[in-house]
């Protein structure tokens, strides 16, 4: 009683102070915005309606897409563009890992809080794989590698792993839409045995799975890419660049991005894409020559090139293979003079006449020219900013 007589007298002072009617006049003070009588805890939002808290589909990170997908391979160059464009329309993404803690920690970022889940796995337990696919609606399979190591061969990373998850993803009952991603060339005449073993994979898992869907992309250019970025980086060590054969295989670089957003045009559809084979090459066909022409442009020096015939290539990047399982430690892994990729590069790599591609999926390809290869920026020797014009390269020596 005390506490709100001195709460009255408090008001009445102020009503009648002299000092505050000139502020009245401009500012008008409403009894209510004293806070006598208010309720202390009323809102003041005004009730516009009922309906769902949560807004589902509606496109944004903080959305519920009601995709739960697992993805394998997540971690690795094509992963993290996979996921940030799951994330990005408010899926959860669970993150199989098998390496450090650090493996993962650049994707959690991508997606709202709680929504991209790490899970740690074993590629050679099956239930290991069970537990990260339990709850899942949507697989990929982005699991693949160029070259072997002492723990794992080509045949077991790039076929036997994608069968596995194909039969596990059968068995699930749940799994709405599985991708796997292939190479464009796979073929079981291929003279490269990755190329080989990823065509096996495709008949395995369309077997096992046949709703899977099949993405071919060709070699995948981007930030983190393993062809560029490499060719840069010798050619600013050595000031030449090693071309295998002549320079003149064809093949047909695509724009990471693109691919990631093919599969995701895949998740998109109507389910027309189930069953279906993509071969997903770039908007151009580059030769050798012709892309390493395009990266010495890009980091502004002048091309020097070493052209070395495939036989003598392959003398070269032989004793790997031969030491790898014969020695007591791991072997560096290749670089440029990677046996496999050599073998591969014997024979064009192009998208097939009748091949379903980009188009079929309403996805028109950057080109190579211009904004996807300007990360190679980096590479230049006087700076990001260095030579904005042709004229402006390294001066040869």
């Known amino acids: 009683m005390m506490q709100a007589g001195w709460r009255r007298s408090g008001r009445r002072f102020l009503e009648q102070s002299p000092a505050l009617s000139t502020l009245k006049s401009i500012y008008p003070l ?3 915005e004293c806070g006598v009588d208010r309720p202390r805890y009323g809102s003041t939002v005004a009730v516009k309606g009922t309906g769902h808290l949560i807004r ?3 496109g944004g990170r903080s959305s519920v897409s009601g995709i739960v997908a697992t993805v394998f391979g997540a971690t690795g160059f094509l992963g993290r563009y996979v996921v940030s464009q799951l994330a990005k329309m408010g899926s959860q993404v669970l993150v199989p890992f098998r390496g450090s803690e650090d493996s993962h920690r650049h994707l959690k970022l991508m997606g709202d809080l709680g929504q991209i889940v790490p899970m740690k796995y074993n590629p050679r337990d ?7 696919m339990a709850k899942s609606n949507v697989v990929f399979n982005l699991i693949g590698r160029e070259y072997e190591t002492r723990n794992y061969s080509f045949e ?3 076929h036997a792993m994608a069968e596995q998850l194909a039969v596990i993803a059968k068995e699930h009952g749940g799994i709405m839409r599985f991708v796997q991603v292939s190479c464009l060339g ?3 005449s291929s003279p490269s045995r990755m190329l080989r073993a990823k065509a096996a994979a495709e008949e395995a898992v ?3 799975f046949p709703e899977a869907t099949i993405m071919k992309p060709g070699i995948m250019i981007g930030t983190e890419d393993r062809i560029l970025n ?3 980086q010798f050619a600013k060590k050595w000031s030449f660049l090693p071309l295998i054969g002549d320079g003149s295989t064809k093949i047909q670089p695509v724009y990471v991005i693109d691919v990631a957003a093919a599969i995701m045009a895949s998740l998109k559809d109507d389910g027309s894409s189930m069953g279906k084979v993509y071969e997903l090459g770039g908007p151009e066909v580059y030769t050798l020559h012709q892309l390493a022409e395009l990266m010495y442009d890009m980091i502004r020096e002048w091309p020097r090139y070493v052209k070395i015939p495939f036989p003598i290539a392959k003398a070269i990047a032989t004793p790997r293979e031969l030491l790898l399982k ?3 430690f791991p072997l560096p892994n290749p670089d440029i003079f990677n046996l496999d990729q050599i073998n591969s590069f014997t024979v064009d790599t192009v998208v097939s006449d009748n091949a379903l591609t980009f188009k079929d999926l309403g996805i028109v390809p950057h080109k190579l020219k211009g904004y996807p290869v300007e990360y190679l920026i980096s590479y230049r020797k006087g700076g990001p900013s260095f030579g904005s014009t042709v004229s402006e390269r390294v001066t040869a020596e």
């Open 156 to 158: 077991e990373v790039n």
């Open 56 to 58: 589902k589909g509606t």
């Open 326 to 328: 014969k020695v007591p």
């Open 230 to 232: 490499r060719w840069a």
């Open 206 to 208: 369309l077997r096992q």
């Open 186 to 188: 796979a073929s079981s």
């Open 126 to 132: 099956e239930n290991s794989i069970k537990a990260v």
């Open 30 to 32: 409403s009894s209510s």
